[in-house]
């Protein structure tokens, strides 16, 4: 197993930067560009590299046995619960508690869930927002707690491959069905229709995938922390493409915008 490294300080003054009240703050919860150690990035990638390659195999092995277990469609589906973000700029911390709801949900572990607070402190977010990495980070801090230690998170872009949505699709797919984790994704949130036109960069947790053979609609259900009732909750919202309004053009803007990761999973 890769070792995790801590990433480089996003600078003193914007992590010490003291915490505001909503209307002081920017509902910009994710950084744009965030620094990085090029040993972590090695080490982040070579996971990647592998979480990609077995997902690719067991997309052959779908293939191959013929896809029969639900001759309907797809449908992959975790526990995650929600929870409301405690400040505007709190919902890495807050999709951070999400997933390890999963966790803990998945082991059956007595620990308490760490406080939106506490994960914030260990991802390092700021009033200017959370970097990926950062989570990544503070979701590895629970890992033998919540008994996933074979199974650690990593960062990663979809932008830079030649079938971003298949890629993308891919990797949602993978971690859902063999329940390994409960992933996080950066949105651009214009993109995703239920905002209506809202922009804001953003974190939800992904908790299901659905594709119906039938009518060729392919669906992820979005698990959002927003303060706002508005938009907070579980909604199942359409997959889309690079070119049509959905999750994977929200997060593959995310990603043109800046060097931030927009996967954590």
Known sequence: MKKNIIPLALGLSLLMAPATSFAESSENGALTDVPISNLEQQENDELIAEKDKAAEEWEKNKIKNGNKANASGQYYSISVSN??????YWCGPAAVRQSLSFHKSKS???????????????????TAGSSSYGLKNALNA???TYKFSSNP???A????????TSKFESRIKYVLSNKINAPIVLITSEFLPRYGGKDIRH???ISAYSYSYSTGKKSIKMVDPHYSSTYRGAHWDP????TSNGVVKAVYEADREGSNPVMVY
């Open 83 to 88: 929870y409301k973000q405690e400040r505007t």
């Open 153 to 155: 998170y990593g960062t």
């Open 239 to 242: 997959l889309g493409s690079t």
């Open 108 to 126: 059956g572990s007595s620990a308490s869930l760490p406080s939106q607070s506490t994960l914030a402190s260990k991802a390092g977010t700021s």
């Open 157 to 164: 872009d979809i932008a830079g491959y030649s079938n971003p």
């Open 203 to 205: 974190y939800n947790t």
């Open 142 to 144: 629970y890992k033998s």
